[in-house]
Each structure stands twice: as structure tokens, then as C-alpha cells.
């Protein structure tokens, strides 16, 4: 049984992965005709192709999401998914040929792995041409290699972040969403368990985390049902309340928390039903990025 963001149909998830390094990238890449918006909700974002993502733009339609380590310069990973998309003849046509749509999001894995080694145009593709429907693999992989959480309280309370995917039903349609967790605040379970050793009510922070830089929650939620921008939006703003309600605290200074979200189906469907699809399998996705990176 597939219950990840790849039981959407047509949705495929592909990962680089480098464990020495402690980075990687994913890619989930959507079927056609699409709808895709996002919203940032943390202070430090790391983002390609965001702007076209808004409500008043004129193009809708993505051909894959890069989610990546490597801070900013990872962005360049999402080069090599342009380049493989191309030689696949999609994109969004134009008089000249047709121009891959790929945004990407980053997040800062360059501590404590290796600062030097950083997923590039090579890694992208290789992710890219990876991508399958099977059932995504959780934890410590793509762009969940090196992530982090619970750095609120100081270098000593760091515990594995992760990458993870979960789906929920929507009347006649489904939700899936992955997640990379990589929080500055500590993480729980919807339900208020801990699972990186924080308390409830995080306090102030240990230090002034400047050395953390960036410490995103990255999430792409991709559903079935026939939804314009506006309606979609929706489930975008119940994906960033999963993350409110997981991570504490969330959407600071120094995070740079982003939700995508695609719909790439033709169910017929309720947005405020999905939206709440969305937020449960957001939550649950963050619980299982760090169940299974072994915090």
C-alpha cells in the first residue's frame, strides 16, 4: 500500500543523496495539466520561481518542485531537472520551444555536514531521472539528509530532521504531502507527544541563532481534486497551520518555511474538506520525517 505523496496519480518523487556529505536533494514531478501556488511564512527563505507561484500570475502550471540542501546554492540543482524536463519535451510552451517551470526551495544543511559539497545541476538530474511512483523513501534521504531540528535550545539539543510523506482522504479525492524538517524549534505530534526532547511552550531562544541561518520547513502537498489557485490556497494555508502545530516555535526570523501546492487531477472536490486533508497529512508527514531520520 502506497499512503505517500505518489498515490496521487501521475506523481512522481525522485531523491540525490549524499550521507557523507549529510545532503541531497528531492524532486516531485507532476503530471499535466497542473495548478500550483505557495506561500513563505518564514523570515529566511531560500526560493526560485516563488513569484510566479502567486495568485495574480499568469502562468499556472509547474512540470516539477525541487526541494534541496545545500542553502542557496543549491538552487542550482534545480538547473539539471530544467535540463532533463527539456530533453522530456515539457514545459511551458513559448514561440522558441518549450521552458521547463521547476520552483525550488533550500534549506541550510551546511552544518554539521561537509559545507563544501552541495547538490548541483548533476544532482538535480540525477534526482530527477530517479523519480518513480513507488512508495517515497522516508527519513534521512533527498533533501532531508542533513537536516536538523530542536536547534531553539542550543547546539547540545540538535536532533536528525528528516524527509517525510504522508497522504488523507478528501471525500472522493486524496492529499499527499512530503516534508524536509528543518526547524529551529523542537517538533511533536499533532496530538502533543514530543519527539525531539522540547517542551510545549519552547521560551526564548539558547542563543541568537545567526549560525544556524536557515532552518526551513519545506513542504509540497499535492492532491487530485480539480482546484483553481484561490481554492488551493486553502490547503496551503492548513499545511503551514500542520507546521505551526508540530513545530515550536515556527515561521521565525530564521526559518524559512514554504508550502507548495499542486493540484493535478480532475475529482471533483471540496477545498475546505482538502484543506483539512492537507493539515493532517502535513502533521503527519513531519512526524514521520523524524521518526524515521532516528531522532
Not at 501556488?37 to 499568469?58: D, H, K, S
Not at 527539456?86 to 513559448?94: F, P, Q
Not at 523513501?137 to 542550543?154: F, I, L, P, Y
Request: with cysteine; proline share 7%.
Amino acid at each position: 500500500m502506497n499512503d505517500t505523496i505518489t498515490a496521487i496519480p501521475g506523481v512522481r518523487v525522485g531523491h540525490w543523496t549524499d550521507r557523507d556529505a549529510e545532503t541531497g536533494c528531492t524532486v516531485v514531478v507532476f503530471p499535466e495539466p497542473n495548478v500550483a501556488t505557495a506561500e513563505v511564512r518564514g523570515a529566511a527563505p531560500g526560493t526560485r520561481e516563488y513569484a510566479l507561484l502567486q495568485p495574480e500570475m499568469r502562468v499556472e502550471q509547474v512540470q516539477a518542485i525541487l526541494l534541496t540542501g545545500g542553502s542557496a546554492f543549491g538552487l542550482a540543482a534545480a538547473d539539471g531537472v530544467v535540463r532533463e524536463l527539456e530533453a522530456d519535451g515539457r514545459g511551458h510552451d513559448t514561440l522558441v520551444g518549450k521552458v521547463p517551470i521547476v520552483p525550488a526551495a533550500v534549506l541550510f544543511d551546511l552544518f554539521p555536514g561537509d559545507p563544501s559539497v552541495r547538490p548541483g545541476p548533476e544532482e538535480g538530474a540525477v534526482a530527477y531521472r530517479s523519480a518513480s511512483a513507488d512508495p517515497v523513501e522516508q527519513g534521512r534521504v533527498g533533501a532531508g539528509t542533513g537536516a536538523t531540528a530542536a536547534k531553539w535550545r542550543g547546539f547540545e539539543h540538535i536532533r536528525p530532521g528528516g524527509l517525510g510523506s504522508a497522504t488523507r482522504p478528501a471525500g472522493d479525492a486524496t492529499v499527499g504531502a512530503i516534508v524536509a524538517v528543518n526547524a529551529i524549534g523542537d517538533v511533536f505530534t499533532v496530538e502533543g507527544e514530543p519527539l525531539t526532547g522540547g517542551a510545549h511552550e519552547p521560551g526564548p531562544p539558547a542563543m541568537v541563532p545567526q549560525a544556524f541561518t536557515n532552518n526551513t520547513t519545506l513542504v509540497v502537498v499535492a492532491t487530485d481534486a480539480a482546484f483553481d489557485r484561490i481554492e488551493l490556497r486553502r490547503l496551503v494555508f492548513r499545511a503551514h497551520d500542520a507546521i505551526a502545530a508540530c513545530i515550536r516555535p515556527a515561521h521565525t526570523r530564521w526559518d524559512g518555511d514554504i508550502v507548495f501546492a499542486v493540484s493535478c487531477g480532475e475529482v471533483e472536490g471540496d477545498c475546505d474538506i482538502a484543506a483539512e486533508a492537507a493539515f493532517a497529512a502535513t502533521a503527519a508527514a513531519i512526524e514521520l520525517a523524524v521518526r524515521n531520520a532516528g531522532a
